[in-house]
């Protein structure tokens, strides 16, 4: 099966002198879901970066058999859609139907087909009722849900999620896993939230000091990197509670 | 993350929202020029055009109270020249530059409190002015609420230890790089969306035959102000 994202030997330093990434090589095939763990530093970001040529370093990405680099970053940007971390970063227009059309309107669409679009985004995330509202309106789950849909109205072949649970309380976190599951897309997910993950992905990379150092199930990773933390119950609490 | 007040006003609806930025933007420009360039008989212009723009900020349905209150931000600019004309003896122009000054604040503020941004700049850009500057001003725009969040984020860490929060440099320099970071993200995620250095807007600009109306109704009222009131001096 051709992969939509083949990533060999890729290398990246910051201009300060930080080694990002030190040799990745990475596929990912249609229809899978993969959850990119590590500690803060190891790379996640800065590895996501490089699909939609957003950082170009050193070494081949591949997006659905185009090069990542400049005169293919229209086409690859269309491809691969970035939801950031904070979605304040992402949603900059006065309202968000305007903010989901931004995308659409870059890729040349009419401003009619850009409309209908960005609708049938917000619709698809359960905010076309939002669709008039300023951004800076909207709660922080809400926030990501038409971040997701700004992306969505692109029609890209692949989602990357950085971080998606940042800022979200439980049922945020319950409805955006609803919503990411009924999304027909291959994803790649950052993040530190296992149980997230095991939800969603169907496969897990580790990433350690820029490098992938470990890949296999949400669990096995999960069981070998002991990347899970659970609380020890404080004497003082269990006091209170009884 | 708090908007500016014009953004909102620029989302309301009337008359002069619903006009085309280029008619509004021209309109404003002669009623400019004609402030700008008069002397004779401005003592009862400036009265006069108080007056109109009180009326259109009215039927715009914008808070005249708090229009009057935002373009009085150019008072302590223009009241350093105005002083150095009162020292000079010549009190005349010194009334003259701080009227004039504030007249044209308030008739631009009620340009860009009717026009929302992106149109406005769609406008601008399609009367001829260089896109690099309205580049520049889109961004400005943009980042302008990005900083005054940052900073707001800071004086509340500052407050939530017992500080001030002092425009001291130490704390500029941190809201400048914590600003900066925060605008490189920004910038990146609209790279990810395919921005390729213009903001598109969804309605498309067009030029009706209620707005060359509106444009040649307003010139013609401004116009007709200050030859009438030269003449009748």
Redesign the interface.
Known sequence: MTPLVEVRDLHFTYDDGTVALRGVDFRLHPGESVALFGANGSGKTTFV?HL?G?LEGRGSVEVCGLRVEKPNF?AV??KV??V?Q?S???L????A??DV???P???GLE?AQ??ERARRALEQVGMLEAAGK?P?HLSAGEKKRVAIA??LA?EPEILVLDEPTTFLDPPGRRALLELLGGLAQAKLIVTHDAAFAAALATRAVFFDKGRIAGEGTVAEIVEHFRWEYHASRHPAGQRSAG | MHHVVLEQWSRRRSFLHARDARAKTLATAVLLITIGTADRGFEALAPACFALLGAVALAARLPLGAALQRAAVVLPFCMVFAAVSLLGGETRRAALLVSKSYLSALAVLLLVASTPLPQLLRGLESLGVPRFLLMVTQFVYRYLFVISEQAQHMRMAAAGRGARFRAAAGALAVLFSRSYARAESIHRAMLARGFAGRLPTLAPPAFRASDAAFLAGACALTLALRLGLERWL
Do not use: V
């Open positions: 970066l939609n957003l229209a940007r269309q859609g970035i950031f904070d304040d970063d992402q900059f227009m006065p309202t139907l305007e059309s931004f995308g309107l870059n890729l401003p850009a409309l300023a800076y700004g992306i692109m």
